[in-house]
């Protein structure tokens, strides 16, 4: 079983900035996707970033330019830096991974717990 821990979350005043971490652990063969998702009160979750097994990158138009993600993979963590925040940014942040347990098992998706972010004055 992967279990995905993350850290970093807290409350900061509009133009502040947080690292967000999510660390991996359990049986892992390879982990090729890992990003973040989130979700703000009364609205889906939505995705902010991910970055592939090359170090390929996407992020969604509204982070481009404020956010960046990063990934090690030696640790199994991936990261994602925030700066310039705004109260639109206020939301839980779920990390996930696609991760393998063998070079036999098929790939599945795990989810973080849940970090909670808020941006207030």
């Known amino acids: 079983q992967v279990q995905l821990m993350e850290s970093g979350g807290g409350s900061v005043q509009p133009g502040g900035s947080l690292r967000l971490s999510c660390v991996a652990s359990?049986?892992?063969?390879?982990?090729?996707?890992m990003g973040w998702y989130r979700q703000a009160p009364g609205r889906e979750r939505e995705l902010v970033a991910d970055?592939?097994?090359?170090?390929?990158?996407y992020y969604r138009d509204f982070v481009k330019g404020r956010f960046t993600i990063s990934r090690d993979d030696l640790r199994k963590t991936v990261y994602l830096q925030m700066m310039s925040l705004k109260p639109e940014d206020t939301a839980v942040y779920f990390c996930?991974?696609?991760?393998?347990?063998?070079?036999?098992?098929?790939?599945?998706?795990?989810w973080g717990q849940g970090a909670q972010v808020t941006v207030s004055s």
């Open positions: 359990g049986t892992i063969f390879a982990i090729t996707e």
């Open positions: 996930y991974m696609r991760a393998a347990h063998s070079s036999y098992s098929s790939y599945d998706d795990y």
């Open positions: 970055i592939n097994i090359q170090g390929g990158k």
